[in-house]
C-alpha cells in the first residue's frame, strides 16, 4: 500500500525508508514536493535559517545597492562603501550578509553560525579556483514546472547525463566527495572542459592555479538549500532555485569566467560555445524534472530506490529530513550549537 500522509506529514515513521543505507533506502514521500505544508516547514526550518546565495559583490555598484531576490523575500545589497544586506519592505531591517570569493551570501536568522562555519571546508576545497577573479558575465532565469528539490537532485548525480543527455552532453563518470559543512559534491571526471559539449576544444584556457584535484574534473556542489555552483576548470556556473510554490520554481542560472578570460579579445566568439553547452544542458535538465514532478503528483506515484550512482541525492534526502523531521538528529540542525 502507498503510504498516505494522514494526520500528520512529519510523523518521523513515514522518513525511515529515507534514513536507511543507500542500498536499502527510499526517496523522499510525495507529498515533500507537492504539499504546502511540507513547504512551508521548509521556509520555517530551512530558508529562513540557512545561509542563502544571492549573487555577485561585483554587481553592487560601489557606493551604491542592488535588489535581490532571495528565497526569503527581496533584499536590498549595498556597498557604501562598507558591504551589508536589508529587507527590502523594511529598510531599517539589517540582515545577516557576509561574501566568500565574491559570492554573496545572506542569512535571515541571528542563530545560525557564521557563514565559514557554513561552508565549512568548501572554501579550501574550491580556492585554488580562485573564484574572486572570476566575473559573472551571463545570467538566464527559468520558471520551472517542478519542486525547487528535484532541480537540487538533478545536478547531484551523472547517472542520468547517459540518458537525459544522450544527444548532447552523453554518459558521464562521477565520484562522491566526502565533505564538512552545509554542503556536499560530485567530481565528474576529465580534464577537458564539461562547460563545452563533448568532442569540441574548449575555447578558453584552465585556470593556472588550479590544484590537481581541480585539474582531474568538474565539481558539481550544492550549497545547502538551493544553490549549486558548478565548477570546471575554465568556468563556472551557478543554479540558484526559490520555490514559488510546491510546485513550481524560479530557476536563475549564472555564468561566469576568470577575468583575464573576459578580457580576451575572443571573449565574445569563444563564449559562444559555453552558452550553447549551459543553455542545451539546462533545457534538458529542466524539462526531465518536469516530467519527473508530474510522475510524483499522480496518486499511483511510489518513492523509489536509489542507485549507487545517486548516494548524493540519498545525502541530499536525508539533509532535508534533519532539517524538517523531529527523528533524532537534531544536532544535524542548521542552528545547532557548533
Ligand atoms: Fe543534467
Request: proline letters at 5%; charged letters at 25%; hydrophobic letters at 40%.
Amino acid at each position: 500500500m502507498m503510504k498516505r500522509m494522514h494526520d500528520d506529514p512529519f510523523h518521523p515513521r513515514h522518513y525511515r525508508d529515507v534514513r536507511r543505507p543507500v542500498r536499502e533506502a527510499s526517496t523522499l514521500p510525495a507529498w515533500c514536493y507537492i504539499s504546502e505544508a511540507f513547504l512551508r516547514r521548509e521556509h520555517e526550518c530551512i530558508f529562513s535559517r540557512a545561509w542563502l546565495f544571492a549573487g555577485r559583490l561585483e554587481e553592487i555598484p560601489r557606493g551604491g545597492s542592488r535588489t535581490v531576490e532571495t528565497a526569503r523575500g527581496k533584499i536590498i545589497l549595498v556597498r557604501d562603501p562598507a558591504f551589508g544586506a536589508f529587507g527590502d519592505a523594511d529598510r531599517l531591517h539589517r540582515i545577516r550578509a557576509a561574501v566568500w570569493a565574491g559570492f554573496v551570501f545572506v542569512c535571515f536568522s541571528r542563530r545560525t553560525a557564521g557563514l565559514t562555519a557554513w561552508l565549512g571546508d568548501m572554501t579550501q576545497r574550491l580556492a585554488s579556483h580562485r573564484f574572486a577573479e572570476f566575473r559573472v558575465v551571463r545570467r538566464r532565469h527559468y520558471t520551472v514546472r517542478a519542486n525547487w528539490k528535484l532541480i537540487a537532485e538533478n545536478a547531484m548525480e551523472a547517472y542520468h547525463t547517459g540518458t537525459v543527455h544522450d544527444d548532447s552532453l552523453g554518459a558521464q563518470a562521477s565520484r562522491d566527495l566526502v565533505t564538512r559543512g552545509h554542503w556536499d559534491a560530485i567530481q565528474v571526471f576529465g580534464e577537458a572542459s564539461v562547460a563545452v559539449l563533448p568532442g569540441q576544444p574548449a575555447p578558453f584556457p584552465a585556470v593556472p592555479s588550479l590544484s590537481r584535484e581541480a585539474r582531474a574534473g568538474t565539481f558539481f556542489t550544492t550549497l545547502h538549500p538551493n544553490t549549486q555552483f558548478a565548477c570546471a576548470q575554465d568556468s563556472m556556473w551557478w543554479l540558484h532555485y526559490r520555490p514559488l510554490t510546491p510546485g513550481l520554481t524560479h530557476l536563475e542560472v549564472g555564468q561566469c569566467f576568470p577575468q583575464t578570460t573576459t578580457r580576451r579579445d575572443d571573449f565574445a566568439e569563444g563564449s559562444k560555445a559555453y552558452f550553447h553547452r549551459w543553455d542545451t544542458g539546462i533545457d534538458e535538465d529542466n524539462a526531465i524534472c518536469e516530467v519527473q514532478q508530474a510522475g510524483i503528483s499522480s496518486p499511483f506515484h511510489r518513492p523509489g530506490r536509489l542507485s549507487l550512482r545517486e548516494q548524493a541525492v540519498h545525502r541530499l534526502n536525508n539533509w532535508i529530513v534533519d532539517q524538517t523531521i523531529d527523528d533524532g538528529h537534531a544536532r544535524r540542525r542548521i542552528d545547532a550549537p557548533q
